[in-house]
């Protein structure tokens, strides 16, 4: 859904072109932000794969799915950039497989955090049942059923486009969004009800689960105001990554709000919809996190562990 921002924005340049210094501007931004989104995330995959240590601590287990999905999603997301500025129109085909993918690794975010926030929550209010509740295998149960609940959500898109569109519509050429993808009025009707009930669903678990761990964490440790603070940069990250259930709502308000200036507007919506969560994931998730920033430092400087 956060794809739609960018594809938003390049619907409007194919009406009116950006100056050559703007375009110049656009796509070296996004360039150098994928670069280091890119960087930080393979770096961390890699200390994960490097380090047996990793593979039986079901937090880092969701920290590395969460990073590889990063860097599905804003790789794909650079390519439809791209892609809209140079070629301008790709085969159906193609277009419907790279939005599909697209929309899985998206939809796939929120739910992970909420996982993350969960086993945070045990670890920290229910100690002593940790090791039971979290275990490897359960964890990698619950990354199969974060797919198949994305699987659920999105490819009765390319069923009902299947059946109902001719054979030369997916041979055709089209400037590539969703909309142009999946064109039935009837799907962004499924869509928006369905990500209604997933932004109530997880939004609850994330502040019910945040708000009991900062309790806790307050009671048992004397630097009350770390904790809070903690809390407080995982709830601004939250709040970023929710906008893949609230990205309808938010795209009308984009519209309301800067009328006059829309392309650019949607073009600044992009960066923080879809590119600001994916830089600060690894900060708030891996930096903060005392042994994995280790052995992530150690891999920076190029230092044997």
Same mark, same amino acid.
């Given at each position: 859904?956060?794809?739609?921002?960018?594809?938003?924005? $390049?619907? $409007?340049?194919?009406?009116?072109?950006?100056?050559?210094?703007?375009?110049?501007?656009?796509? +070296?931004?996004?360039? $150098?932000?994928?670069?280091?989104?890119?960087?930080?995330? !393979?770096?961390?995959?890699?200390?994960?794969?490097?380090?047996?240590?990793?593979?039986?601590?079901?937090?880092?287990?969701?920290?590395?799915?969460?990073?590889?999905?990063?860097?599905?999603?804003?790789?794909?997301?650079?390519?439809?950039?791209?892609?809209? %500025?140079?070629?301008?129109?790709?085969?159906?085909?193609?277009? *419907?497989?790279?939005?599909?993918? *697209?929309?899985?690794?998206?939809?796939?975010?929120?739910?992970?955090?909420?996982?993350?926030? =969960?086993?945070?929550?045990? =670890?920290?209010?229910?100690?002593?049942?940790? =090791?039971?509740?979290?275990?490897?295998?359960?964890?990698?149960?619950?990354? $199969?059923?974060?797919?198949?609940?994305?699987?659920?959500?999105?490819?009765?898109?390319?069923?009902?486009?299947?059946?109902?569109?001719?054979?030369?519509?997916?041979?055709?050429?089209?400037?590539?969004?969703?909309?142009?993808?999946?064109?039935?009025?009837?799907?962004?009707?499924?869509?928006?009800?369905?990500? &209604?009930?997933?932004?109530?669903?997880?939004?609850?678990?994330?502040?019910?689960?945040?708000?009991?761990?900062?309790?806790?964490?307050?009671?048992?440790?004397?630097?009350?105001?770390?904790?809070?603070?903690?809390?407080?940069?995982?709830?601004?990250? +939250?709040?970023?990554?929710?906008?893949?259930?609230? *990205?309808?709502?938010?795209?009308?308000?984009?519209?309301?709000?800067? @009328?006059?200036?829309?392309?650019?507007?949607?073009? &600044?919506?992009?960066?923080?919809?879809? !590119?600001?969560?994916?830089?600060?994931?690894?900060?708030? %998730?891996?930096?903060?996190?005392?042994?994995?920033?280790? %052995?992530?430092?150690?891999?920076? @400087?190029?230092?044997? +562990?």
């Amino acid at each position: 859904m956060n794809t739609q921002f960018m594809l938003h924005n $390049v619907t $409007v340049v194919v009406g009116y072109r950006d100056p050559f210094i703007k375009v110049v501007f656009k796509n +070296v931004l996004v360039f $150098v932000l994928g670069l280091l989104i890119n960087y930080i995330n !393979i770096i961390f995959m890699h200390t994960f794969c490097k380090h047996q240590m990793f593979y039986t601590n079901p937090r880092y287990i969701l920290f590395f799915h969460l990073v590889l999905n990063n860097v599905i999603q804003v790789n794909l997301t650079l390519v439809l950039f791209f892609v809209s %500025y140079i070629v301008y129109t790709i085969n159906m085909s193609v277009c *419907a497989t790279l939005i599909l993918l *697209a929309l899985f690794t998206t939809e796939n975010m929120p739910l992970n955090l909420a996982c993350m926030a =969960a086993e945070c929550y045990i =670890a920290v209010c229910l100690p002593l049942q940790h =090791a039971r509740l979290c275990t490897v295998n359960r964890t990698l149960i619950i990354i $199969v059923l974060i797919w198949t609940n994305s699987l659920i959500s999105v490819l009765p898109d390319l069923f009902i486009t299947l059946a109902t569109e001719p054979l030369d519509f997916f041979s055709s050429r089209v400037f590539c969004l969703r909309e142009t993808a999946f064109p039935k009025p009837l799907l962004a009707l499924k869509r928006d009800s369905i990500y &209604a009930v997933y932004l109530i669903l997880v939004w609850f678990v994330l502040f019910y689960t945040y708000f009991m761990i900062l309790c806790t964490a307050q009671k048992a440790s004397k630097d009350g105001k770390k904790a809070r603070m903690t809390i407080l940069l995982h709830s601004v990250q +939250v709040l970023l990554c929710m906008t893949t259930y609230a *990205a309808p709502m938010v795209k009308i308000a984009i519209k309301t709000l800067f @009328s006059q200036n829309h392309i650019d507007s949607l073009f &600044a919506g992009y960066i923080i919809v879809q !590119i600001l969560p994916r830089a600060i994931n690894p900060v708030i %998730y891996g930096i903060r996190d005392k042994c994995l920033s280790k %052995y992530f430092m150690r891999q920076v @400087s190029c230092k044997s +562990v």
